[in-house]
C-alpha cells in the first residue's frame, strides 16, 4: 500500500517540473516503504534507499537552482528545509549501510509527514516566483 499518494489538490505547485519531480519522489519513497515493511532482503532496500536519496538531492538543487535564476527571496530558508532533511537521510543512510540502523516504518512516516508539511509550506510559495 502507498505510504503517501501525490494529488495535484494536496501538493501541486502548479510548476510543472516541480510537480513532475515530486510525482517521481513520492513513487520512489513507496517503493522503499513496501519494500522495507515488507520483509524484502536488506540489499535491496539498501539500493532503493541510495536512489531516493540520490533523487532527493538532485530534485533540491533543481529547485534552488530555479529559485535563484528567478531571483526567489525564499531561497535561503527554503535551503535550510532542504538541508536539514538531506542530514537526517544522510545519516540514515550511513548507518544503514554500517549495519547500525534499519529502514522503518517510523523513518517512512517521518519522510511523509516532512513532505506532508513542505510542499504546501514550502514548494507551493514559489511558484509565482518560478512561472514569472
Same mark, same amino acid.
Given at each position: 500500500m502507498a505510504l503517501? !499518494?501525490? !494529488?495535484?489538490?494536496?501538493f501541486g505547485t502548479n510548476v510543472a517540473f516541480a510537480d513532475e519531480e515530486h510525482q517521481i519522489l513520492f513513487g520512489k519513497l513507496n517503493k522503499l516503504y513496501d519494500l522495507a515493511t515488507g520483509g524484502a532482503a536488506r540489499s535491496a532496500i539498501g539500493a532503493q534507499l541510495d536512489d531516493l536519496i540520490n533523487y532527493v538531492v538532485g530534485h533540491f538543487a533543481h529547485e534552488e537552482k530555479e529559485m535563484q535564476a528567478k531571483g526567489y527571496a525564499g531561497l535561503a530558508a527554503h535551503k535550510a528545509e532542504h538541508d536539514a532533511l538531506v542530514g537526517i537521510c544522510a545519516d540514515l543512510q550511513k548507518k544503514f549501510q554500517a549495519g547500525d540502523a534499519e529502514v522503518t516504518e517510523e523513518v517512512g512516516q517521518m519522510v511523509k509527514g516532512w513532505l506532508d508539511s513542505h510542499i504546501p509550506a514550502f514548494d507551493k510559495s514559489y511558484a509565482g516566483a518560478l512561472n514569472s
Open positions: 503517501i !499518494t501525490w !494529488t495535484a489538490e494536496q
